[in-house]
């Protein structure tokens, strides 16, 4: 999977669940657990942008896989447009792995769409342990219907790119 | 091989951890040292479902829950999820429905999602599932609580529906 240098390998012991007897326990350690971080907000014509940030914990890093979004239309609460440009930043490194995305590209708002296909990315992107990220919506200055969102930034927690459990530089 | 076959190929390509069950599998000795004991894999889908929910507006973030029990002697790997929604009234499928949802298991007892989010967004629809790029794993014996919140109150729409997990029941 992905792999970085800055994080040296198996240097935390894994968790490891209870076992029957006979089993390899190492067979049943779980080293990675998928994880949806979520963020319900309303689309403004008014406010130039919007943000919000997520705190990975210190026993895992989070490697983010797929990021999707919806909106319904307050009125009528079926899907609706949603407008807005989408930046994600690793807050440790301060690099933006995705920049001014229009929201449009990942709206899962079609019926049958296999949302697989538009927003889940071949290399996904790791934030160390401890660390944050930060998504920040833009948007366009025109009329904005009413309405209610979610952005999903999905992957997995990944206890195995070798974090320590030990505070990293950046947590300080 | 079809679009879903391929792309459920390339998931598991992915997903290294399963590879070395596998693989552990083929070489492992049972608890007695003899003889070699394959892990066994079968495919399963395990289902929730709710009938006749009413909706509650959103933000009082009011859920009805179901559960599901999983068979003891074997654990399970989540792979995808999909969702089915229908109006209760009509029976008619609602593709988009004003509805969120979460789950966790008595395990982990850490939710999937951090806070409720909509069903299409993380769902997929039918038989358009939504692929989990890295699977999750429940044990065995273990009890997957579903929480299901309708929150359509724009009608409002009485809500039948039927969420699925979709994966592999492996033997050790």
Known sequence: MVQNSRWPQDRMPRPVMSSTAGEDPALRSLDKAQYVYSWQFTPSATASQITKSWQVDKTNNFVISTINAMAFVDSTQVTGGLPGFLTVRDNQTQYSFIEDLALGLINTNSSTGPKYLRSMWPIAYPIGAGGSFTAIIRFPASTVVASTAWLTIDGWKDYTLGNTGEDQPWMA | ?172
């Open chain 2, 1 to 172: 091989m079809n679009v879903m076959q391929r792309r459920m190929l390339d998931v598991f390509e992915q997903r290294q951890s399963f590879y070395e069950v596998l693989l552990a599998g083929k070489t492992r000795k049972s608890s007695a040292g003899a003889p070699l004991k394959p892990i066994k894999v079968m495919s399963y889908t395990y289902s929730a479902q709710f009938t006749g929910v009413a909706a509650v507006a959103l933000a009082t973030n009011q859920g009805v829950q179901d559960s599901i029990d999983t068979a003891g002697n074997c654990d399970f790997l989540i792979t995808y999820m999909s969702a089915a929604v229908f109006n209760n009234a009509t029976q008619a499928l609602i593709s988009t429905p004003y509805s969120r949802w979460n789950f966790t298991d008595n395990w982990s007892q850490t939710p999937m999602f951090d806070a409720p989010i909509p069903v299409s967004i993380s769902t997929g629809n039918g038989g358009f599932p939504y692929l989990l790029q890295d699977p999750k794993l429940i044990p065995a014996n273990t009890t997957i609580i579903v929480t299901f919140y309708n929150d359509s109150t724009v009608g409002p729409i009485v809500q039948d529906a039927n969420f699925a997990f979709g994966g592999y029941k492996i033997y050790y």
